[in-house]
C-alpha cells in the first residue's frame, strides 16, 4: 500500500494561447527573479504566476508537454502566455514555427511514500511516524525536525 500526498495547489486554471522562446543570444542575461537564463535548462517567463512555480506546457499540434519553472515576467505582446527557454521551444518542437499554440496549466507533483501496514518492526514505526508528523507539520506550515 503507498500514501499519497499532493504538493502544489490545484491547477483548476488552464490558460491557451500563444508561446515563443527565448533567443540562444539571451544566454547568460538576467531575468526579473534575479537568475541568468540559459538556453538549456527547462524556465519560462510568466506575467502572473510567483517565481518558481512549475508549469505543464502542453503543444496541442503534437501532444508533447514539458515541465517549467517560472523564473521571469512575460511575455508584453498580445495574444501571448510563456516565453519559453530555447531547451523547452525544442521539446515541444516549436523552434522551427517560432510561435505556436499550447495549453498552460501549474503542474501537481505527486509524491509516493510506500510503506508496509503489516511491519512490527519498531525502526518501521518511526519512520512513518516521522515522515506522517513531517507531512502534518509542514502543511500547517511548521517543519519540526
Do not use: W
Amino acid at each position: 500500500m503507498a500514501v499519497l500526498a499532493a504538493i502544489g495547489m490545484p491547477s483548476a486554471a488552464q490558460q491557451k494561447g500563444k508561446a515563443t522562446f527565448y533567443s540562444k543570444r539571451a544566454n547568460g542575461s538576467r531575468t526579473a527573479s534575479g537568475e541568468r537564463i540559459h538556453s538549456d535548462s527547462l524556465v519560462c517567463a510568466h506575467r502572473t504566476h510567483p517565481f518558481g512555480t512549475l508549469l505543464k506546457v502542453r503543444n496541442p499540434a503534437n501532444g508533447k508537454e514539458v515541465v517549467v519553472r517560472v523564473i521571469d515576467r512575460g511575455p508584453f505582446s498580445r495574444g501571448r502566455v510563456i516565453d519559453l527557454s530555447y531547451r523547452a521551444a525544442r521539446e515541444l518542437g516549436i523552434v522551427a514555427q517560432g510561435v505556436a499554440m499550447v495549453e498552460v496549466s501549474v503542474y501537481e507533483r505527486k509524491v509516493e511514500i510506500p510503506f508496509n501496514i503489516g511491519v512490527n518492526s519498531t525502526c518501521a514505526k518511526r519512520c512513518i511516524f516521522s515522515v506522517s508528523k513531517t507531512m502534518l507539520d509542514t502543511s500547517i506550515g511548521r517543519a519540526f525536525s
